[in-house]
Nanobody
Framework: QVQLVESGGGLVQAGGSLRLSCAAS????????MGWFRQAPGKEREYVAA????????YYADSVKGRFTISRDDAKNTVYLQMSTLKPEDTAVYSC?????????????????WGQGTQVTVSS
């Protein structure tokens, strides 16, 4: 079993920045791709970003491209999401997930383990 715990969420003004962390425990996740998803109230869960197992490739939703950066530190068993130039529409609960799949990262289906999420609120 793998446990994922997100942290770093909070309240920030539009244009500000936050860095989310997702710490994994239970087993090393160096062989897993890792992704971030978000869900706003009353909306469907939305893919945000993903990084492959080696960290050599990163993928972003169009809505966050150029503003968010995903990275991983396998020595710490942790994935990060650096969020900049935040907008009120980025307000959501952000969750991380991991998968052994080698593609289709934008879909929730390949991900076998999920964290509980951390709230990000961007005020205008």
């Amino acid at each position: 079993q793998v446990q994922l715990v997100e942290s770093g969420g909070g309240l920030v003004q539009a244009g500000g920045s936050l860095r989310l962390s997702c710490a994994a425990s239970g087993r090393p996740v160096s062989n897993y791709a890792m992704g971030w998803f978000r869900q706003a109230p009353g909306k469907e869960r939305e893919y945000v970003a993903a990084i492959n197992w080696s960290g050599s490739n990163t993928y972003y939703a169009d809505s966050v491209k150029g503003r968010f950066t995903i990275s991983r530190d396998d020595a710490k068993n942790t994935v990060y999401l650096q969020m900049s130039t935040l907008k009120p529409e980025d307000t959501a609960v952000y969750s991380c997930a991991i998968t052994l799949a080698s593609g289709n990262y934008y879909s929730a289906h390949p991900y076998g383990y999920w964290g509980q999420g951390t709230q990000v609120t961007v005020s205008s």
